[in-house]
C-alpha cells in the first residue's frame, strides 16, 4: 500500500512565523503535490513538483514556496505565515498523470 | 476560473436509496475524471475514475456516468450507507495541457441517514 505521511496532524502558529510542513511517500513516486482545502473551495494546489529539485506553481502559490531534495521529500515553507492561512493542508504523491494518494493532512492554525 | 464545478454543496440521503452526486467543467481537454472520498481530520481516498473514451465505469456499488457533449459527469451509490457520509470531490486532467496534475470540483457533503 501506498503511504503518504505528514509531519504533524495539527499545528498552532503565531503571525510572522515562519512554518515547515513536510510531506514523505515511500513508493518512489514522480509526482508530488502541496493543496489546501478550505470549506466551499475545494482543494486548491499550491505547488507542486514532477522530479527531484523541480517545482511548478500551482493555482494559489502566494504566500508559500517549496523543496524537494529528495525523492520521497517535498516540504512546504510559510515565510511568514498570516491568519488567512489557517487552513488544512494536504500533501499527495502519484507515480504518473491521474490517481493521486493523500496523507492525512495537516490542520494549521495561525493567531 | 472554476473548471470543476460542483453545485451542491449538499446532499441528504436514506439508508438503502440511491445518491447522485453531481459535477461540471468547463476545460474541454479534460479527459480522465476522477472521483475521492473525504472523513473529517483524514485526507482524501480515491474512489473511482473514467476516461473520456467511456461513458459508464463501475465498481461495486460505486458508478460514474460521464457525459461528454454536456461537460457533466455524475457518481451514483446505490445501495447508500451510514458509512458513505463524507465529503465527495469530483477532479480532472488534461493529458496534453496538465500533466499529472488535477483540479477539483468544491465538494458535495453527503449525509446517509438510517
Same mark, same amino acid.
Given at each position: 500500500?501506498?503511504?503518504?505521511?505528514?509531519?504533524?496532524?495539527?499545528?498552532?502558529?503565531? +503571525?510572522?512565523?515562519?512554518?515547515?510542513?513536510?510531506?514523505?511517500?515511500?513508493?518512489?513516486?514522480?509526482?508530488?503535490?502541496?493543496?489546501?482545502?478550505?470549506?466551499?473551495?475545494?482543494?486548491?494546489?499550491?505547488?507542486?513538483?514532477?522530479?527531484?529539485?523541480?517545482?511548478?506553481?500551482?493555482?494559489?502559490?502566494?504566500?508559500?514556496?517549496?523543496?524537494?531534495?529528495?525523492?520521497?521529500?517535498?516540504?512546504?515553507?510559510?515565510?511568514?505565515?498570516?491568519?488567512?492561512? +489557517?487552513?488544512?493542508?494536504?500533501?499527495?504523491?502519484?507515480?504518473?498523470?491521474?490517481?493521486?494518494?493523500?496523507?492525512?493532512? +495537516?490542520?494549521?492554525?495561525?493567531? | 476560473? $472554476? $473548471?470543476?464545478?460542483?453545485?451542491?454543496?449538499?446532499?441528504?440521503?436514506?439508508?438503502?436509496?440511491?445518491?447522485?452526486?453531481?459535477?461540471?467543467? !468547463?476545460?474541454?481537454?479534460?479527459?480522465?475524471?476522477?472521483?475521492?472520498?473525504?472523513?473529517?481530520?483524514?485526507?482524501?481516498?480515491?474512489?473511482?475514475?473514467?476516461?473520456?473514451?467511456?461513458?459508464?465505469?463501475?465498481?461495486?456499488?460505486?458508478?460514474?456516468?460521464?457525459?461528454?457533449?454536456?461537460?457533466?459527469?455524475?457518481?451514483?451509490?446505490?445501495?447508500? $450507507?451510514?458509512?458513505?457520509?463524507?465529503?465527495?470531490?469530483?477532479?480532472?486532467?488534461?493529458?496534453? !495541457?496538465?500533466?499529472?496534475?488535477?483540479?477539483?470540483?468544491?465538494?458535495?457533503?453527503? !449525509?446517509?441517514?438510517?
Amino acid at each position: 500500500d501506498v503511504k503518504v505521511t505528514q509531519s504533524s496532524r495539527y499545528l498552532v502558529k503565531r +503571525t510572522g512565523e515562519k512554518v515547515f510542513l513536510e510531506c514523505v511517500q515511500d513508493m518512489d513516486h514522480e509526482n508530488m503535490f502541496w493543496y489546501r482545502q478550505d470549506p466551499g473551495l475545494g482543494l486548491r494546489l499550491i505547488y507542486f513538483s514532477y522530479d527531484v529539485k523541480m517545482k511548478e506553481k500551482g493555482d494559489i502559490p502566494e504566500g508559500y514556496s517549496v523543496s524537494r531534495e529528495k525523492k520521497e521529500r517535498f516540504s512546504l515553507i510559510l515565510e511568514s505565515a498570516s491568519t488567512n492561512q +489557517t487552513s488544512m493542508y494536504l500533501c499527495a504523491s502519484s507515480p504518473h498523470r491521474g490517481r493521486q494518494y493523500f496523507g492525512p493532512g +495537516t490542520r494549521l492554525t495561525v493567531l | 476560473d $472554476q $473548471q470543476v464545478k460542483q453545485n451542491s454543496p449538499s446532499l441528504s440521503v436514506q439508508e438503502g436509496r440511491i445518491s447522485i452526486l453531481n459535477c461540471d467543467y !468547463t476545460n474541454s481537454m479534460f479527459d480522465y475524471f476522477l472521483w475521492y472520498k473525504k472523513y473529517p481530520a483524514e485526507g482524501p481516498t480515491f474512489l473511482i475514475s473514467i476516461s473520456s473514451i467511456k461513458d459508464k465505469n463501475e465498481d461495486g456499488r460505486f458508478t460514474v456516468f460521464l457525459n461528454k457533449s454536456a461537460k457533466h459527469l455524475s457518481l451514483h451509490i446505490v445501495p447508500s $450507507q451510514p458509512g458513505d457520509s463524507a465529503v465527495y470531490f469530483c477532479a480532472a486532467s488534461a493529458e496534453r !495541457t496538465s500533466g499529472s496534475r488535477l483540479t477539483f470540483g468544491e465538494g458535495t457533503q453527503l !449525509t446517509v441517514n438510517p
